[in-house]
């Protein structure tokens, strides 16, 4: 079992501010599955960066394909998916000991705009083999190879608990960051609801579709 390395020290902002670029991102208690398959707490990962304009973005390769979200909107997913949770998420930030390169933070960014759009599967991970999709641990692991600061052997078949192992030599230790509680519904209009639900809804569905038939060839 992969050891789970959690700090104490709380941050009461919005997760990811003052991070630097680089910095991973992850979760634990996310999903059921990814927890007994890997017997790991760490469910889910993602990468921190900012464009040009110094705005920063969270990329990750989710059901149904690798995206890039800003850091705010991140933050209000995962305030609306902790609703109702027996287990609620926890998030943590693992910042890099060194600050990346101007050089090595284009290289990762470069990789990273290359994978948008893809295709999350979990089937590389599974039969151990390299796959046409991409999924979250595959997608940070490479991204950080990029940099030439680490180095891990089939990243397809590593699982999130082991890309944080690994990585643990060249980041810091976690820091855990809050969640904040959902706003209330009384806030967002009917429209805006059913909109969030039925679009989630579809993203899935197409995905779980998709991967299903993808284990046929």
């Known amino acids: 079992m992969i050891p789970l390395l959690i700090s ?6 919005y997760p990811g501010v003052d991070l630097p670029d680089g910095s991973i991102l992850y ?19 993602a990468l921190l960066l900012s464009d040009s304009k110094k705005h920063q973005w969270v990329y990750e390769a989710t ?4 995206r890039r979200i800003p850091l705010l909107e991140y933050h209000h997913e995962l305030s609306i998916l902790n609703t109702g949770r027996d287990q ?13 390169s101007a050089t090595q933070l284009k290289r990762m960014q470069g990789y990273l705009s290359a994978q948008l759009g893809r295709r999350y599967s979990v089937k590389g991970y599974v039969r151990k083999k390299q796959a046409k999709g991409i999924h979250c641990a595959e997608l940070v692991s490479r991204a950080v190879e990029r940099t030439g600061r680490a180095q891990f052997k ?16 060249v980041y810091n230790e976690p820091t855990r960051l809050r969640i904040a509680a959902p706003p209330s519904t009384a806030e967002r209009t009917w429209c805006e609801r059913s909109w969030d639900h039925w679009a989630g809804l579809f ?15």
């Open 63 to 66: 059901p149904s394909r690798v």
């Open 154 to 169: 089939q990243t397809y078949a590593m699982s999130p608990g082991e890309v944080v192992s690994q990585v643990s030599k």
């Open 8 to 13: 104490t020290v709380m941050i009461a902002h």
């Open 88 to 100: 609620p998420m926890r998030l943590f930030a693992m910042v890099p000991t060194k600050a990346y």
């Open 203 to 217: 993203d899935l569905c197409g995905w779980s579709l998709k991967e299903s038939w993808s284990w046929c060839w």
């Open 27 to 45: 979760l634990t208690n996310s999903s059921k599955a990814v927890h007994l398959i890997t017997d790991s707490k760490i469910s889910h990962l």
